[in-house]
């Protein structure tokens, strides 16, 4: 795979090389790269791929670098803004991130040997030259607006300085440095082949695969991408075995044929837009190279019912470089010992709590994306952070939505974690939302002029307890694992009660209008922005409910047959396909006088009866469940 002489490949072209001269010499310097594409992300996180031959892109370089190249609406998804009828879309390069080379490892180019390369580009999305629009707009404006807010507000309540090491002046800061960073998590499989969940679920259980050593095709392919996003420049630290999979075994060619493992790899943080450009293009590379190897990767949140789904754990850092260059922590106590945070971090923490509620549509916006989020898998269910149990015993609670990340040896490190987010989210918007969320709660913990011990004691407040800022009726920090140590009702109650449906999730828009406020600020997202974003995502889930999983479900259904020989059944045999019967008849068979499940489902979708819809979703969800529990114990008592 890794064949080529890799030094004689462009895979980078930085910020700082982005004039037309210079990109022109490198293009014919790489006569690889035979295409050019701008990669614009719409407001549902689809990119753009045209194939542009870079003999005329050279050709017009001035021209598109400037004014971009034109589309219609109907290529992206911006409902509301981009209609039929004025349709009218152009994509503009940014020229302040990094441009990378996408490789086809499938098409060798004869004269040079080597894969053939497109330059993706990532760019802006333009309506009818004026509204600039779609995802990354969205985050560059998110992160101009906080820097600016911040450090207005930093300006008029000095007082915070007493609290941050290394700076006592906002006169002293020359720039805001908001940096992310994400965990990828994905299941390789071998095409066709499919896990046991039960086996799945014992050897998740007993931690056979966790951090294991990765053997054959997997190996080579894991080893392979590190070597080649290496070269991209991402730094990457690790890849490794997840929690979830199966011992791979090796079929009669002498490879290993039979794989279903879980895989992360991580790669260091940068600024904000940069860290969501990275991870567009990590996936991108990470499936051809496992492809190659003859292995299926997904993305998918809960690609397997009854064992680990997929996480994108989301950091969220910021630091302020100053004007004698050195760079401080914003988010870090001046005393570590003493502290967990300093207000600004306090208040950024807090601001994400509050106000996750409006976060969440933007985070978890597809039915898989709540398949995951369920007790018992890592995957947080309610909203809660963790701080550690003292200053001197930080924890790493894993059971919580947002965890707090410090280290005293390196105050540089000190961040959040937001564990919600999932490979399919769009990472633009989570980062967008996720930092006017923080914006929100610095100001109000600046307005308050708040001490650090205060702040640690508003977040810490019990249920019923009136705050500044924090919500009365809510607790927001627990040191105890959230899954095990309270009932569902306990955690309903203390930490709010979670969207366990797309529509449930999406209705926090009417439900909490005062905390959609936050989104509008500097108009980051005005009411058309979300009235867009809603609109899609409102599409989505239902085209796929009505169209997809309904159908899916009653393939299933069907296919769950007899199975006993009446020449051979015992009566537990007969109890337990009655069982299966009964709810196979409730969720897909209608009556004269009663409707089923998905009949009654597809009818509400068709009504326009969202409520009722999201309502026997769920009851489908569980009946399903159950049905393929009992199908399970059915099969396996036959002989």
């Not at 719409?42 to 050279?58: A, C, Q, R, S, W």
């Not at 219609?72 to 302040?96: C, E, F, Q």
């Not at 080379?101 to 309506?127: A, E, M, Q």
């Not at 396909?577 to 009654?600: G, S």
Request: hydrophobic share 35%; net charge negative; with cysteine.
């Amino acid at each position: 795979m890794l064949d080529y002489d890799l030094d004689k490949m462009l895979f980078t072209i930085p910020a700082e090389k982005h004039t037309a001269a210079e990109i022109t010499e490198l293009l014919k310097d790489h006569p690889e790269v035979q295409f050019v594409s701008l990669v614009g992300i719409d407001i549902g996180g689809h990119d753009t791929d045209e194939k542009i031959p870079v003999k005329l892109f050279l050709k017009d370089i001035e021209k598109v670098l400037t004014n971009g190249v034109q589309t219609d609406g109907s290529s992206v998804a911006l409902p509301k803004i981009a209609v039929l009828n004025n349709a009218k879309i152009d994509i503009i390069p940014d020229l302040s991130v990094n441009w990378y080379v996408d490789y086809n490892f499938s098409h060798i180019g004869y004269k040079t040997g080597l894969p053939i390369g497109t330059l993706r580009i990532p760019s802006f999305l333009v309506h009818n030259d004026r509204f600039e629009c779609g995802s990354r707009v969205i985050l560059r404006d998110a992160l101009q607006h906080f820097k600016k807010e911040l450090l207005a507000e930093l300006k008029a309540h000095p007082y915070v300085f007493e609290h941050i090491k290394g700076i006592d002046s906002a006169d002293e800061i020359e720039d805001l440095i908001l940096t992310s960073a994400t965990e990828l998590e994905f299941w390789v499989k071998t095409p066709d082949d499919k896990g046991d969940r039960e086996q799945l679920f014992t050897a998740q259980v007993l931690k056979e695969q966790y951090w294991k050593r990765t053997y054959g095709e997997v190996r080579t392919a894991l080893e392979e991408t590190l070597m080649f996003l290496d070269k991209y420049g991402f730094e990457m630290e690790m890849g490794h075995k997840e929690v979830g999979g199966v011992k791979a075994k090796m079929g009669n060619t002498g490879h290993y044929d039979h794989v279903m493992e879980q895989l992360e790899i991580d790669w260091k943080y940068a600024d904000a837009m940069q860290a969501a450009d990275n991870e567009n293009h990590v996936k991108y590379v990470v499936r051809d190279i496992f492809t190659k190897h003859g292995l299926d990767v997904t993305f998918m949140a809960k690609p397997f019912e009854g064992v680990a789904g997929s996480g994108e754990h989301t950091h969220l850092g910021l630091a302020a470089k100053l004007k004698n260059g050195k760079v401080v922590s914003l988010f870090a106590p001046s005393d570590f010992g003493k502290d967990f945070m300093n207000p600004l971090g306090y208040g950024g923490l807090m601001g994400l709590l509050k106000n996750y509620e409006v976060i969440n549509p933007f985070v978890s916006s597809t039915n898989d994306s709540f398949n995951r989020l369920k007790p018992g898998y890592e995957a947080p269910v309610c909203i809660v952070t963790s701080l550690g149990q003292s200053v001197d015993e930080p924890s790493r609670n894993r059971t919580v939505l947002v965890g707090l990340i410090r280290d005293s040896r390196n105050p540089m490190a000190t961040r959040f974690e937001l564990r919600s987010p999932n490979p399919k989210s769009n990472t633009y918007l989570v980062i967008a939302a996720s930092y006017m969320a923080v914006l929100d709660g610095i100001k109000a913990v600046l307005s308050a002029e708040k001490t650090p011990e205060e702040l640690e004691k508003s977040l810490s407040k019990k249920h019923g307890k009136t705050d500044f800022y924090l919500d009365t009726e809510r607790e927001y920090r627990s040191e105890h694992n959230v899954f095990e140590d309270f009932t569902e009702e306990e955690r309903n109650h203390l930490f709010g009660c979670a969207p366990a449906t797309v529509w449930e999730n999406l209705s926090s828009f009417e439900q909490y209008p005062e905390k959609l406020e936050i989104f509008k600020a500097g108009d980051v997202m005005p009411e058309i922005v979300l009235e867009s974003y809603r609109e899609q995502i409102l599409s989505q889930w239902k085209t796929e409910l009505h169209d997809r999983i309904i159908p899916d479900t009653m393939n299933f259904i069907r296919s769950c047959r007899q199975k006993h020989d009446l020449d051979d059944f015992s009566d537990y045999d007969i109890k337990n396909w009655l069982e299966i019967d009964k709810i196979r008849h409730e969720i897909a068979k209608d009556t004269i006088t009663d409707k089923c499940l998905l009949t009654r489902a597809k009818a509400a979708l068709d009504n326009g009866e969202y409520e009722t819809a999201s309502r026997l979703q769920l009851e489908i969800q569980q009946k399903v469940n159950l049905l393929e529990t009992l199908y399970i114990r059915y099969k396996k008592n036959l002989l």
